[in-house]
């Protein structure tokens, strides 16, 4: 490995061990299937503020009266029998503007629409999709954006109701549904919970750094296609 390529695992270790403390973990827990979610989202979710609806809405949220929250918003994009969900950290400043951001959005786009012809399905609104945020005060302490992420468990259930595939896009998506925070390892295989098929990727954003992170989300969305075709 060149002097480059141990750069670049370095970062990403720190990056693991980062999420790790923001969690409140010291050991690695490995990818495994998906928990049924009401029992220990509901207990999660009592003190977070939650928010659903679509997204040009969510700029009106509240958390508290402070103007200093933060949260996780997953967006979600259904597509017949499948579900793509995005799970992005926010604040209330950031909702003001898109929190995907202008090109990660715009591959998105994309992506949705040739995912939509594979599966035969409508192609779902990228811009202004319905949304699901958990929220706290910043001010009250204890925040972590893990936590967050499981606040939105019970709220996305809905969604996720006769759908057999769900692709996890980001970190924090991957830990809501499968308690890992190593994405890497979380990825490149179908996993199973719940009765449906699952896979997580890396999100829109960093397809954009990283044009081998784009190549081999696109190898996680034809192993979606084909768990779904088996």
Known sequence: MDSSGIKDAALSLMRRIEFLLDAGITGLPKARAMKPAAPAVESESADWAVFKGPLKDAAAFK???HHDWKGVLFGVYPLGR???LW???VAAQTLQDSPFGA????QLEKMLAWLAGELKSPVPQAANPEVVLAARCAQEGGYTDTGAAMACRGPLEPYLKGVEGVLLMGSLAAWAFLQSADLDGARARVHKGDGRQVVATYPP???I??????KAA???LKLLIKALQG
Not at 103 to 106: A, F, N, Q, R, W
Not at 209 to 214: E, F, N, P, Y
Request: hydrophobic content about 35%; charged content about 30%; some cysteine.
């Open 218 to 220: 696109h190898n996680d």
């Open 63 to 65: 958390a508290c009266d």
């Open 209 to 214: 750094t990283d044009q081998a992170r784009k």
């Open 87 to 89: 799970a992005v950290p």
């Open 205 to 207: 954003d960093e397809w």
């Open 103 to 106: 090109e990660p959005l715009s």
């Open 82 to 84: 499948a579900i793509v």
